[in-house]
C-alpha cells in the first residue's frame, strides 16, 4: 500500500528514497500499533460453515475457480492499455506516475531485463471505478459473502493491480489495517488472482491464525532499492508460513489484520493479480485520506 503519495513525492526517482523518508512513512503506518480486532462471524447466510470456520481461526477463505479465466485475460489486457496510456517510450524514471485518475507504481530496484515499462511496473491503483474492475466489485457472489463479514452496508474503497515481474522482491510481512488508520475494522481483502501464483513466481505467503494478533509495529524495509511504502513486521515468529499458491481465477479473503508477504520472482514469467479492499459502509478514514483511495458503495445504504 501507498499511504501518503502526494504530488511532492510523485516524481521520486531511485536516489530520492533515502533512510529519512522510510522512517516517515513508517512512523505513519504506526499510528493504529496495539490496536486488535476481536469481530467473530457467526450465523452466515452465505458462507459454509467451513468458509466461516477458516474466516475466523485462519483470517483468510480461498475459493478455487472463482473468477472465469477469460475476464481475468480481459483485466490483465486493460491494465497494458492504462500503462501504455500513462508512460510513453523514453519517458525518465519516476517511481510514481498518474494519469486518468490511475496511479502507477514502478519498481525501485532496476531489472537489467526489462524491456519495456510494463517490466518494471509494480502497482496500479485505483481501478475499480470503472470497466471490468467496476464489475467485479458489483458481483452478486462476492458481495454475498462479503455481507456475512462486513454487514448489509459494503463499500470498496481501494484496488490495485499487481504486477510480480521476473527479478522482482517480494513485499515483506505486513498487516493491512497499517496502512489504513480506519475507525472501524476489519477491513477485507479480495485477492484474484489473473495468473498462476507459484512458490517460484513469488506467490502470497500468509501466517494462519495472526487476524487475532495486535497491529505490529511495521519498520523501514531495510532491503537497498526497495520500494517507497514497504514496510516490514519483525518482532513475530513467522515459523508457520503459509505459501498460497493459485491458480488463474482464484479468489482469497483475507482479514486486514492478517500478516502476509510475497516470495520474490526467482521465474522467468510474471505474476499478476488484482486486489480490492473492502470496508463498511461509513467509515471514517481521518482528517486526510490516502490518494490511492476512493470509495465506492456496493451494497447497501450508501447506493441510496
Known amino acids: 500500500?501507498?499511504?501518503?503519495?502526494?504530488?511532492?513525492?510523485?516524481?521520486?526517482?531511485?536516489?530520492?528514497?533515502?533512510?529519512?523518508?522510510?522512517?516517515?512513512?513508517?512512523?505513519?503506518?504506526?499510528?493504529?500499533?496495539?490496536?486488535?480486532?476481536?469481530?467473530?462471524?457467526?450465523?452466515?447466510?452465505?458462507?459454509?460453515?467451513?468458509?466461516?470456520?477458516?474466516?475466523?481461526?485462519?483470517?483468510?477463505?480461498?475459493?478455487?475457480?472463482?473468477?472465469?479465466?477469460?475476464?481475468?485475460?480481459?483485466?490483465?489486457?486493460?491494465?497494458?492499455?492504462?500503462?501504455?496510456?500513462?508512460?510513453?517510450?523514453?519517458?525518465?524514471?519516476?517511481?510514481?506516475?498518474?494519469?486518468?485518475?490511475?496511479?502507477?507504481?514502478?519498481?525501485m530496484k532496476p531489472?537489467?531485463?526489462?524491456?519495456?515499462?510494463?517490466?518494471?511496473?509494480?502497482?496500479?491503483?485505483?481501478?475499480?471505478?470503472?470497466?471490468?474492475?467496476?464489475?467485479?466489485?458489483?458481483?452478486?457472489?462476492?458481495?454475498?459473502?462479503?455481507?456475512?463479514?462486513?454487514?448489509k452496508n459494503i463499500d470498496c474503497f481501494l484496488s490495485q493491480y499487481i504486477f510480480k515481474n521476473p527479478g522482482a522482491w517480494g513485499q515483506p510481512w505486513h498487516q493491512d489495517s497499517s496502512y489504513f488508520p480506519f475507525d472501524r475494522y476489519p477491513q477485507v481483502g479480495a485477492w484474484i488472482a489473473t495468473s498462476p501464483a507459484t512458490i517460484k513466481n513469488g506467490c502470497l505467503v500468509v501466517l494462519p491464525g495472526s487476524h487475532k494478533e495486535h497491529l505490529h509495529e511495521h519498520v523501514p524495509d531495510d532491503r537497498e532499492g526497495s520500494n517507497y511504502g514497504y514496510t516490514e513486521i519483525k518482532d513475530q515468529d513467522f515459523t508457520n508460513e503459509t505459501p498460497v499458491t493459485l491458480?488463474?481465477?482464484?479468489?482469497?479473503?483475507?482479514?486486514?489484520?492478517?500478516?502476509h508477504k510475497s516470495y520474490d520472482n526467482e521465474s522467468k514469467s510474471k505474476r499478476t493479480a488484482v486486489v480490492f479492499h473492502f470496508a463498511e459502509t461509513g467509515t471514517d478514514y481521518g482528517q486526510i485520506d490516502s490518494p490511492t483511495n476512493e470509495w465506492i458503495s456496493v451494497r447497501g445504504r450508501g447506493l441510496n
Open 1 to 107: 500500500m501507498i499511504r501518503s503519495l502526494n504530488k511532492k513525492n510523485m516524481a521520486m526517482d531511485r536516489e530520492d528514497i533515502t533512510e529519512t523518508a522510510k522512517k516517515e512513512f513508517s512512523s505513519k503506518v504506526n499510528q493504529l500499533k496495539g490496536e486488535i480486532s476481536t469481530k467473530i462471524i457467526s450465523n452466515s447466510k452465505h458462507l459454509s460453515e467451513e468458509q466461516q470456520n477458516s474466516w475466523n481461526n485462519n483470517g483468510f477463505i480461498l475459493l478455487k475457480n472463482f473468477y472465469p479465466e477469460d475476464s481475468c485475460s480481459e483485466m490483465n489486457t486493460a491494465i497494458k492499455d492504462i500503462i501504455d496510456g500513462m508512460v510513453s517510450p523514453g519517458d525518465p524514471f519516476s517511481h510514481a506516475y498518474e494519469k486518468d485518475g490511475y496511479i502507477g507504481i514502478r519498481e
Open 247 to 259: 491458480e488463474t481465477g482464484d479468489l482469497l479473503l483475507f482479514h486486514s489484520f492478517l500478516m
Open 111 to 151: 531489472n537489467p531485463e526489462a524491456k519495456t515499462v510494463h517490466d518494471e511496473m509494480s502497482k496500479i491503483f485505483r481501478l475499480h471505478g470503472k470497466g471490468i474492475f467496476n464489475d467485479f466489485i458489483k458481483n452478486k457472489r462476492l458481495l454475498d459473502l462479503l455481507e456475512d463479514i462486513l454487514g
